[in-house]
């Protein structure tokens, strides 16, 4: 079969589903991650993550990072950070990932949120940030049975009967809204065509 057909498959994902991702991957973790090599303790512990649409900018959503503060200098109990972000899509892993990112701390010191905006920026980028990928294979895979399925048991379109199997599925577009976020999955697949009805082909 030397056919190709590309398919637009739009998927939606809760931002609940995605955050409960991120809170297994950060919550616990310490800023800097304690290592052999060094006996500097840590600045800080994540103790939980949000994450919600953003009325801010087109595109962006909000990470909201609750932390204990560890060290004497900055020493307080819980501090909410909270970072403008954009996400983008690897197709190559399959990940959505962070592309761009504003964060801000509300406390009631001027002085207090430029520190912490300090240590996130110089110290806790590769652990916040960096980790905050999701991985979305099962939703593709999940798509890409989906779309084989409609193959084999051959996809029915205007004159014609479409059967194969799918090539390779990518996202197009990653768009955030208030609620969920909306990826656009294109679908290529390689396939047969048995035209039934020439009459639907024609114009009208």
Do not use: H, W
Not at 5 to 21: C, D, F, G, N, R
Not at 48 to 77: E, W
Not at 81 to 101: E, G
Request: glycine fraction near 4%; avoid cysteine.
């Amino acid at each position: 079969m030397e056919n190709f057909v590309k398919i637009q498959v739009p998927v939606t994902i809760s931002y609940p589903a995605l955050e409960s991702v991120l809170q297994k991957q950060l919550v616990g973790e310490y800023i800097p991650k304690p290592s052999e090599d060094t006996d500097s303790n840590p600045y800080a512990q994540i103790l939980d993550v949000g994450l919600a649409g953003s009325s801010a900018g087109a595109g962006d959503i909000i990470l909201k990072v609750r932390i204990r503060i560890l060290r004497t200098i900055l020493k307080r109990d819980n501090v909410d950070l909270y970072v403008q972000a954009t996400p983008s899509y690897d197709n190559a892993t399959q990940q959505v990932y962070i592309r761009r990112f504003n964060m801000q701390a509300q406390t009631s010191s001027r002085f207090y949120n430029s520190s912490l905006e300090v240590l996130v920026n110089k110290v806790a980028y590769n652990q916040i940030i960096q980790k905050a990928r999701v991985n979305l294979s099962e939703i593709i895979t999940g798509e890409l049975i989906k779309a084989n399925g409609m193959l084999e048991a051959g996809m029915e379109l205007k004159g014609l009967k479409l059967t194969g199997a799918v090539e390779e599925v990518r996202v197009q577009d990653i768009m955030p809204k208030s609620n969920r976020l909306f990826l656009n999955l294109e679908v290529q697949a390689k396939v047969e065509v048995d035209v039934f009805d020439l009459s639907e082909l024609l114009p009208a």
